[in-house]
């Protein structure tokens, strides 16, 4: 990855009555423009997310999705829906005067990247996704309910302890009540479980550094609050719509490379290979010894090779 360097440009966008978004550009000013959409949904940015991007050719935007990190309110989900995040991409693409840029999404930047490219294809110059996830009923069932618990057993048992036994068969919707519990303790309990489940699972080899990361409650709140809302609504969108033909077919002529971690049991190779399948002229990348995370050193090998085979275009 290149040397994070730091922003030139820091700014607050109010997309709505409720919500302000933070984003922040860095890189080279005059630069080919990249729109960097982060996962979860709730994960935020971080600095060293400009790293996949070489700082003297790139103009590297990055931006707080509704509710997350250093936008605001935090982890709040009023007019909190996928297609408002597709409405405020554009906008910051229009304040930023920026005619088509190059855009770059993992996990649930992956799925807000072919939602916002099949609603505004003639504003994306290129695709460059990790950790394929669309939010089938299937792929939401794998890690919340009956799939990586078998391979994580341990943190399973961390993740399911704050739901009565009773109410386990659907872990989405029991986690819903208690993340909108009137009693903030119970809320952050769940927030914090709900977090460290995708925090010990996102790397082939379990990092208890990234594991910590679910105990920043500011962080956990989001997190979780968010990611749950989404899911619980499926996305706000029909069952597999992004792997629709007609919807692909909106962003066929988008030059896009995939890379997708093998042993990915968050975003499961299989969603990888269906949009493959749907889309062949993309280039799909399958790391053999890597999880979920960005941070795996082949996975994120892959992406800096892909944005800089996209810099001159």
């Given amino acids: 990855m290149y040397p994070v360097t730091e922003p030139f440009e820091i700014g607050k966008l109010k997309v709505s009555d409720i919500h302000t978004l933070y984003y922040e550009i860095s890189g080279k000013k005059d630069g080919n423009p990249v ?52 409405k405020d991409i554009e ?62 057993p341990e943190a399973w048992e961390e993740y399911i302890a704050p739901i009565p036994e009773a109410e386990r068969k659907d872990m989405i919707l029991a986690y819903h009540a208690q993340l909108n519990s009137a009693d903030e303790e119970t809320c952050l309990n769940a927030a914090r479980a709900w977090a460290k489940w995708e925090m010990w699972t996102s790397k082939l080899y379990v990092d208890p550094v990234h594991i910590a990361h679910a105990d920043n409650d500011k962080f956990a709140n989001a997190f979780a609050r968010i990611e749950n809302h989404y899911f619980l609504n499926e996305g706000f969108m029909r069952e597999g719509q992004l792997l629709e033909p007609q919807e692909i077919d ?29 889309f062949p002229e993309i280039t799909l990348n399958i790391v053999p010894d890597a999880g979920h995370s960005s941070r795996e050193p082949g996975i994120s090998k892959l992406l800096v090779e892909a944005t800089d085979s996209f810099a001159d275009l």
């Fill in 35 to 86: 729109v960097f959409l982060h996962g979860g949904p709730g994960g935020g940015v971080d600095p060293t997310d400009r790293g996949f991007f070489n700082p003297e050719k790139y103009k590297i935007i990055l931006f707080d999705q509704r509710g997350s990190g250093k936008s605001t309110p935090s982890a709040c989900l009023e007019e909190n829906t996928t297609w408002d995040l597709v």
């Fill in 250 to 278: 909106k962003i066929r002529h988008i030059p896009t490379i995939v890379v997708q971690g093998r042993y990915d049991v968050i975003c499961p190779a299989t969603t990888a290979h269906a949009l493959k399948k749907v």
């Fill in 91 to 152: 906008k910051l693409r229009e304040l930023l005067k920026i005619e088509k840029w190059h855009v770059f999404g993992g996990s649930w930047g992956s799925t807000l990247s072919l939602a916002y490219s099949q609603a505004h294809p003639d504003r994306v110059k290129t695709l460059v996704m990790r950790g394929i996830f669309t939010l089938r009923k299937s792929e939401l069932r794998f890690f919340y309910q009956d799939g990586a618990s078998h391979l994580f």
